[in-house]
């Protein structure tokens, strides 16, 4: 058990339509970081935040935003799906020394 | 863009045998990350090196980064069916601003069989 959580586990929605994935980092982690797994692409990264900041921005479409709260939890939020955003979704935090310890992560299917 | 390589891309091999993955960079790699993934699961740290020519183990499993910082090796001893799954190495974009952005390899699947 890495110390992140991820909710829900999978998540099964139609093209079009919004989704929210969540994220609580390990205790004491401050940097939380958003990557997406897919066969074609393998694993990419989406973004990151930084004690509610954002700090860097990968390969996230528009159509994706994400945000830090002031608990630091933090949200992906997934907008007009598409078939081809069906994937793994993982969310990642660090500390100080910089170890990234990952999530269980979410299946998004967009049917 | 810079690009991680690893090799082999699966491996099959019999419980006790010892195996080599490798992951290769045409660019300096500033931080490098091993990580083992079970089948549609989340990544499992293994081990970071951020310096040329360290080493680190853990229980059977050790990885090197070389001298130039362009490759590590991530080296099984007496493998054993738990070992098996997918294992993924990562690297910082780079320095400053960038650090813990990561890019990774395709992943190399490991197959131990008894």
């Known amino acids: 058990d890495s110390g992140v959580t991820q909710t829900p586990k999978h998540l099964i929605t139609a093209t079009g339509q919004r989704v929210t994935l969540r994220c609580s980092p390990r205790s004491g982690d401050l940097s939380v970081y958003w990557y997406q797994q897919s066969l074609d692409q393998g694993l990419q990264f989406l973004i990151q935040?930084?004690?509610?900041?954002?700090?860097a921005k990968g390969n996230i479409l528009e159509r994706f935003s994400a945000q830090q709260f002031p608990d630091l939890h933090s949200e992906l939020n997934l907008s007009s799906l598409e078939l081809g955003d069906s994937a793994l979704y993982f969310c990642?935090?660090?500390?100080?020394?910089?170890?990234?310890?990952f999530g269980p992560g979410t299946r998004l299917t967009v049917l | 863009s810079q690009e991680l390589e690893q090799s082999p891309q699966s491996l099959i091999v019999q419980e006790g045998k010892n195996l080599t993955i490798n992951c290769t960079s045409s660019?300096?790699?500033?931080?490098l990350y091993w990580y083992k993934q079970k089948y549609g699961e989340g990544l499992i740290f293994l081990m970071m090196?951020?310096?040329?020519?360290e080493e680190k183990s853990h229980e059977k499993i050790t990885a090197k980064l070389d001298e130039k910082k362009q490759q590590s090796s991530l080296h099984i001893t007496a493998s054993q069916p738990s070992h098996a799954g997918i294992y993924l190495c990562?690297?910082?974009?780079?320095?400053?601003?960038?650090?813990?952005?990561?890019?990774f390899g395709r992943g190399t699947q490991l197959t131990v069989w008894p």
């Open positions: 660019k300096t790699l500033y931080g």
């Open positions: 990642a935090s660090s500390g100080p020394g910089g170890e990234q310890f």
């Open positions: 990562g690297a910082d974009k780079g320095r400053g601003s960038t650090l813990g952005r990561l890019y």
């Open positions: 935040y930084y004690n509610g900041e954002e700090r």
């Open positions: 090196l951020q310096k040329g020519g």
